[in-house]
């Protein structure tokens, strides 16, 4: 149980992956699970760009920014307008923080835009993610699974996973997104990959030859030097499947362990 009492504590979830990795997917069915869990949740839409989306977000950044007003402004193709979207979000900071503000809150999910380098490798994001309220901030990365399936495309993951800790310096939570799509023995396996380097490693030897052997191993290497762990929790928002794991580790990081869920 939370001991601070119901409205005195707002916990923010970025949640951040490659386009179509499954976030918007996500936000949708975490934010119905955590409803189910009596807890106060809120939505956030911050792609710009997107057409149709799988839940209603109780705010949207489509109502601030207008791509279609940005291109006839600017003269702008979609890619050029969509980019300067992108860097426009930051200006809105101050007016989602009292948006989010009214709604009083326990829980914020925040949908990012489809191509995750508009915001995690522009400045609008990391600016947006440090000053967003002042209140306890995570973040949720997913590995796509069908993309992770192979160890050259899961350390590249890993890389860019790494990317993303290293421009936000928020708790980060990995996980394998959309497994329902994979055989249970392909997911154990990845799962294995992001608990031990040694299984990792195997797999490379294994599956990998000449330069990408190489560079697989060097790449991973570094990655565990650094001493950063990417332990990956399977999750299917087809099926609800996980996203208990998930609200587990989101409860670790936030409460140190306690429940805030009732
Ligand atoms: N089978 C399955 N499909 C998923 C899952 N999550 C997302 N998808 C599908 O993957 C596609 C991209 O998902 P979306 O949430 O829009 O990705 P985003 O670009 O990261 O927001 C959509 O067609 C989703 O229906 C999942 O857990 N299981
Ligand atoms: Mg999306």
Redesign the pocket.
Known sequence: MNTQGSDSYMYIVFII?????????????FSDWLQMANQDVITVNL?PG?FS??YTPNIDIRDYIKIETIMKQYGLGPNGALIMAADLIAEETDRLEEEIASFKPDFVLI?TP?QMELFSFRASGPYMVAELTKEQKALIY?FDSVFSSNPINYVSNLFLSAAVYNRFFIPQVHIL?????LPPEVTNQIVDWSASPKALETAIEERLKGTKRLLSRDMMRIIYRLGLRFLLIP?????NEGLINLNTALERIFTSGDKYTT
């Not at 999750?235 to 099926?239: G, H, I, L, P, Q």
Request: hydrophobic share 35%; net charge neutral; charged share 20%.
């Open positions: 992956g490659t386009a179509g990795s499954g976030k918007s997917l996500l936000t949708a069915a792609d997107v989306m799988p949908d489809g997913l997104s959309k497994f329902d799509l999750v299917s928002s087809k099926t």
